[in-house]
């Protein structure tokens, strides 16, 4: 089955700062590459998510990477703001199968 | 389009007890999933129902089982429960194009 692993597990940056968090697959087959936002107490919310047909997807100050070749992609949030601390998960999937998620890494950022 | 809603919210059980908890997926969605998370721990996969069938099945003991329902709502259930049964279980159900919605979560206390 399929393998996803993810770093780092916490991640430390100043207000204003950019923070990346990277995710490796295993399985070829995944095509479909979501991340999860779970701030403390609630549940995870979708904030980001790419197809394995785009290399790069944006959404104002949140953007995520793919390689295929690799089999890594990342999540990129620029200008970081006290808001942003929370657990992120990635995770990877195709058409009818699991969706496999990555251990989190647990983002705070320090105002 | 109201959200994926979960029963109950809170629950505590005694060792030995069993358990039920249910899931009302967004609406139009045929796929429900459930989670384990525990603290500290990523999103361990229980099971995936679609359109009234297990379609994938985590790595849980038999004590752990779910159904779903004609009108896609689905159950877990818990068995014999144990201490190490405690943790918050989520239910997600996940659209035609393969996004994974979750619910709040049934935060599961067994004492």
């Known amino acids: 089955g399929e393998n996803v692993e993810q770093h780092p597990s916490t991640l430390s940056v100043q207000e204003g700062d950019s923070a990346v968090i990277k995710c490796t697959y295993s399985d070829s087959a995944s095509n479909y590459f979501p991340w999860y936002k779970q701030e403390l107490g609630k549940r995870p919310q979708l904030i980001i998510d790419?197809?394995?047909?785009?290399g790069e997807k944006k959404d104002q100050r949140i953007a995520v990477t793919l390689n295929k070749t690799a089999k890594h992609f990342s999540l990129h949030i620029t200008e970081t703001q006290p808001e942003d601390s929370a657990v992120y998960f990635c995770a990877a999937t195709n058409t009818g199968n699991q969706f496999y998620f990555g251990t989190g890494t647990s983002l705070t950022v320090i105002p | 389009k109201a959200g994926v809603t979960q029963t109950p919210r809170y629950l505590i059980k005694t060792r030995g007890q069993q358990v039920t908890l249910s899931c009302s997926p967004i609406s139009g969605h045929r796929s429900v999933s459930w989670y384990q998370q525990t603290p500290g721990q990523g999103l361990q996969f229980l099971f995936e129902y679609f359109s009234e069938t297990q379609r994938n099945k985590g790595n849980f003991p038999g004590r752990f089982s779910g159904r779903q329902f004609s009108n896609s709502r689905s159950e877990m259930n818990v068995s014999t429960l144990e201490l190490g049964d405690s943790a918050l279980y989520l239910c997600a159900s996940r659209s035609v194009l393969g996004e994974l919605f979750f619910g709040e979560g049934s935060r599961l206390t067994v004492l």
């Open positions: 790419i197809r394995s047909n785009v």
